[in-house]
């Protein structure tokens, strides 16, 4: 089924902070395209592991974005560094054996 949409997926371990930042810069300055992350959990505190979600926003100033928790009944949105972004989706994801990663989904 074709929903007029097209992924491509940046897995962890091919790119580094600098090229996170200009993924998620360059998409957030497109209204045709966003951001999915693939990330876990415990790498910024919170209970669970793998866990999907958007980012919603990027702040040039503090370097951090806005990741939008789907399931915002346990968490809230939360801002987080780039650096923390970085390491909660360079893990591996126990599924696939293949780091996490970014998602840019274009319309």
């Known amino acids: 089924m074709n929903l007029g949409v097209k992924a491509e997926f940046h897995h962890a371990d ?6 996170l930042r200009q993924l998620i ?3 957030l300055a497109d209204p045709s395209k966003r951001l999915i992350i693939n990330y876990t959990r415990q790498a910024i505190g919170q209970n669970g592991a793998g866990h999907v979600s958007p980012i919603g926003a990027y702040d040039a100033e503090t370097d951090r974005a806005l990741v939008l928790d789907v399931a915002k009944y346990k968490y809230p949105p939360v801002w987080m560094t780039l650096d923390d972004l ?3 989706i360079n893990t591996i994801d126990s599924s696939s054996n293949k780091a996490r990663g970014i998602i840019v ?3």
């Open 14 to 19: 091919t790119i580094d902070v600098s090229k």
């Open 25 to 27: 810069k360059d998409t």
């Open 86 to 88: 970085y390491r909660a």
């Open 105 to 107: 989904v274009t319309k």
